[in-house]
């Protein structure tokens, strides 16, 4: 089993199309000359595809502003928000435009710098797309972190990210405001985000039940991230209603939702007056564009406060929660796991490991 400090390496095989011009360089150890991008080529319908993406050869960013930094990217964050930004529907940022690098968050070491505050060879985060090579700046968002030998780079793309660990501390903390003593759900336990939000509600001295897709996710809950209770949700509802009565003898007082559907239709039997909803994520219906919600009325009957959230409108408090998560991992008190898949070739199955449930912790592809 990974600890915090192992993360779970896998890969998978391509789907996609490259375009090998210029890679016989790389091969042999010499610098690139040119960048390798996956690029949005149609706009997806359902799961994405090979068919919405293709692997090709761009220019390498060359001239450099003052200010500016060219990154070589090392990681990219994988996140269900992909699925969202890939489509063209109502959403709150603009879409990936199509014909450009698929939108994600990436670690990556400065290559060439006209910054001395982000010199050559440090390492930084940004929005630095499915893509070898990026030009940014400090005011484009580049931030640059620090090697600790406690805490692994990797983590500035999982526990300690905006994405991850911004996203569970304020859902935690300031969305549903955790207190001892209560009983809190979470949807997608065993997920990156939903397994950090589980341990710092018990660091606030909640009772905390976990939903997942598996009897081996359940055990996981228990034995690794220390939550009171986990439920498969592949039942049917009258059974997951039951077993979440049984859990949540006293009623559930804060919901964190990653998924909608089936999880939380069983929650709102089971939510107390005027209980919390922290609304995170809709995994569920993503690719199959179904977002409903058949007991709307329970949060009528319950008097239920549902507030949705994005974490870059927090980011205020990044700089907090990352002390105070860093800390905490540091300290060993909370345990967080890395599925990293290998290679731009493998986006498209990597990122589906997100909706097929096969990824354990968060989901990383190393460039």
């Not at 994600?104 to 290559?111: D, I, R, S």
């Not at 805490?151 to 207190?179: E, K, R």
């Not at 999880?263 to 005027?274: D, I, Q």
């Not at 070739?345 to 460039?367: C, H, M, T």
Request: overall charge negative; aromatic content about 6%; hydrophobic content about 40%.
């Amino acid at each position: 089993m990974a600890s915090s400090q192992t993360p779970v390496r896998a890969s998978s095989a391509s789907t996609l199309i490259l375009l090998m011009a210029g890679t016989a360089a790389a091969a042999e150890g010499t610098c690139p000359t040119t960048n390798r991008a996956v690029l949005l080529r149609k706009r997806p319908t359902g799961q994405m595809s090979g068919e919405n993406v293709q692997l090709v050869e761009l220019p390498k960013p060359a001239e450099l502003a003052d200010g500016e930094v060219l990154v070589r990217n090392l990681y990219a964050s994988l996140d269900p928000t992909q699925r969202i930004w890939a489509s063209d529907d109502p959403q709150y940022m603009a879409p990936t435009p199509l014909d450009e690098p698929i939108r994600a968050f990436t670690l990556g070491q400065v290559e060439r710098s006209k910054d001395p505050a982000l010199p050559e060879g440090s390492y930084v985060t940004g929005v630095g797309n499915i893509q070898s090579y990026y030009k940014t700046s400090a005011q484009q968002g580049a931030t640059q972190v620090s090697a600790d030998p406690q805490v692994p780079l990797t983590a500035h793309l999982s526990v300690l990210s905006v994405v991850i660990g911004l996203t569970a501390w304020i859902g935690v903390h300031d969305i549903l405001g955790v207190a001892a003593g209560e009983t809190v759900v979470i949807s997608a336990a065993s997920g990156a985000v939903g397994s950090l939000a589980g341990q710092l509600a018990k660091l606030l001295g909640a009772r905390v039940i976990g939903i997942v897709g598996s009897d081996e996710k359940a055990r996981l809950l228990i034995d690794e991230y220390g939550f009171d209770a986990a439920l498969n949700r592949k039942v049917d509802e009258p059974t997951l209603i039951a077993q979440l009565r049984e859990a949540a003898p006293n009623g559930v007082d804060a919901y964190f939702d990653n998924t909608g559907g089936v999880s939380t239709e069983a929650v709102l039997h089971v939510v107390n007056n005027n209980a919390r909803v922290a609304l995170c994520g809709v995994i569920s219906g993503y690719n199959t564009g179904d977002m409903s919600l058949r007991n709307f009325q329970m949060l009528l009957h319950r008097r239920v406060m549902v507030k949705g959230f994005i974490c870059v409108d927090h980011i205020g408090k990044y700089a907090q929660a990352k002390a105070e998560l860093s800390e905490l991992v540091r300290a060993g008190k909370l345990k967080y796991r890395e599925d990293i898949q290998e290679g731009l070739e493998n986006y498209v199955p990597a990122l589906n490991r997100l909706f097929d449930g096969s990824n354990s912790g968060k989901l990383l592809l190393k460039i």
